[in-house]
């Protein structure tokens, strides 16, 4: 019983505490487009998610809008899987899976790469699906909608952490695959 009560007790104030630090005004560690662990995650709702063609062979722009009414966060890692395939794009720098904070109304955008465009190797695919949040079902997007006509050509896709703009993005690819 004491060990329960133990528990009980516990779980109220981190409840408390997690209450409290919502209401808390915005600081370094809780401003737009910052890394926190203290918002709720962003309802999928809420989200608008985009998939453009990228300009480069084999590469596909990700942007996504909070149009929620509150400020919330998404994985900073966008979650890119492609139709018929296991897995998804990995992070480019490698990194682990971490908030990242929308601001109401705030965008954020990733770059991605499906393929090397000097692979021979792969799979080709007639869609693929964005996730700003690995919990989201994610929208899917066609081939031809991403600038792939033929389809999309899929050997270890890689995908950029959200940044603050769609020029830091495509920087972020360039440095990760030259």
Known sequence: MR???????????????????????ATAATAPGSVTNRQAVCPEKDLEVRADPGGHQNAVRLDVVNRGERTCVVDRIPTVTFRGLDGSAQPVPPSQSGPYTLARGERAYAAMR????????????????????????????????????????????????????????????ADATD
């Open 3 to 25: 060990l329960r009560s133990a528990l009980v007790s516990a779980l109220a104030v981190g409840a408390a505490l997690a209450s409290t630090a919502t209401a808390a005004p």
């Open 114 to 173: 499906t393929a090397d465009p000097k692979a021979v190797e792969g799979h080709v695919v007639r869609s693929l699906s964005v996730a700003a949040d690995p919990s989201h079902r994610g929208v899917t997007f066609s081939a031809p909608v991403v600038g792939m006509p033929d389809g999309i050509h899929v050997w270890e896709p890689v995908t950029t952490l959200w940044q603050r703009s769609r020029a830091a993005a495509d920087q972020a690819l």
